[in-house]
């Protein structure tokens, strides 16, 4: 949504606002003032009409202009009903030297999750992908990872849902039955690119069970509407993207907030690294989102891997 529109939107929110006072305040013309109302219509936007001026009766349930609307934090939004995947067409924003870009989608026919692995993505869901510049080092990344964790379990707890962080990317219901330590919620993914001393872009993608059935989820997975029933997809994406917006504004601020999140930290784990298995207590994470695990023959620093939370009897 570009600024005048947005500056319009306000005033029709404000309203009742006749149109030549809104023309005249963001010193365009009265038809522009009328396009750009139509245009909010065309949007899903409710603007009623009448002798005092343009008045906003209502706003669409979902999609780019309506998360806009009212959102506390500088990102704009590329919406589309389908796409293959978030990720993929925010890495063509990035290409394009675009940042502060949300690509956001009802559904994804092609969502994937770590090792490329098949991410369900039905309507319903929350499957966004921030395009972003950050002024940080490359080592220095994966507390963005951290942070969109953080925000997507924030807004979930805000929803009703007894969410908590579990490592390395994965936003969940603890469940002591789960073999996986929780009913998975939502998938965090990061990608970057950049050279060893300078970051070019990196993307983050967020995939969440909103108002997803449990009948169109695989595995352990829940959904908010499972947990604790429909939540405003708007508001949930408006929430995490603003408290997204506060973490990376306090990179050294992300840690402790994971750490107060977290559903691994002193737990007994097990890690698959492919090659070996890693077992012990998870202690801490490190700022570059490695694990730290206290084992018998002391701390193991694991950077990735498939982690299962060990029941006491294990």
């Not at 010193?27 to 002798?51: I, N, P, Q, T, Y």
């Not at 978030?86 to 994804?108: F, H, I, P, S």
């Not at 990061?190 to 909103?210: D, F, I, K, L, P």
Request: charge should be negative; hydrophobic fraction near 40%; glycine fraction near 10%.
């Amino acid at each position: 949504m570009n600024d005048t529109r947005r500056a319009v939107l306000d005033a029709l929110a404000d309203g009742p606002e006749p149109g030549p006072a809104i023309a005249d305040a963001l010193d365009v013309s009265r038809a522009a003032v009328w396009k750009h109302v139509e245009a909010l219509r065309d949007a899903g936007f409710e603007v009623d009409s009448g002798d005092d001026g343009y008045v906003l009766a209502s706003v669409p349930e979902y999609g780019g202009p309506a998360v806009e609307f009212g959102l506390d934090a500088s990102f704009d939004v590329e919406y589309h009903d389908a796409v293959a995947s978030t990720n993929d067409r925010a890495r063509e924003l990035a290409t394009e030297g675009a940042a502060d870009v949300v690509v956001l989608a009802d559904r994804q026919t092609g969502g994937r999750g770590r090792r490329d692995r098949e991410w369900s993505s039905p309507s319903g869901g929350i499957w966004a992908s921030l395009v972003l510049r950050p002024d940080l080092p490359p080592a220095r990344v994966p507390l963005l990872t951290l942070a969109a964790a953080v925000a997507v379990t924030d807004a979930a707890r805000e929803a009703g849902v007894d969410a908590a962080i579990k490592w390395p990317n994965d936003v969940v219901v603890p469940d002591e039955t789960s073999e996986r330590g929780g009913r998975k919620l939502a998938g965090v993914l990061t990608e970057m690119e950049g050279e060893a001393s300078r970051v070019s872009w990196v993307v983050v993608g967020m995939g969440v069970n909103a108002n997803v059935d449990p009948a169109d989820l695989e595995g352990e997975a829940t959904s908010v509407r499972a947990e604790a029933g429909d939540v405003s997809r708007r508001v949930f994406v408006q929430r995490v993207l603003e408290r997204f917006d506060d973490l990376r504004a306090d990179p050294d601020g992300v840690l402790d907030a994971w750490r107060e999140r977290a559903a691994t930290l002193g737990q007994r784990v097990r890690v698959d690294l492919g090659d070996e298995t890693v077992e012990g207590e998870a202690v801490d994470v490190t700022e570059h989102g490695a694990l730290v695990v206290a084992t018998d023959d002391g701390e193991r620093v694991v950077h990735s891997g498939d982690c299962q939370h060990l029941r006491p009897a294990e």
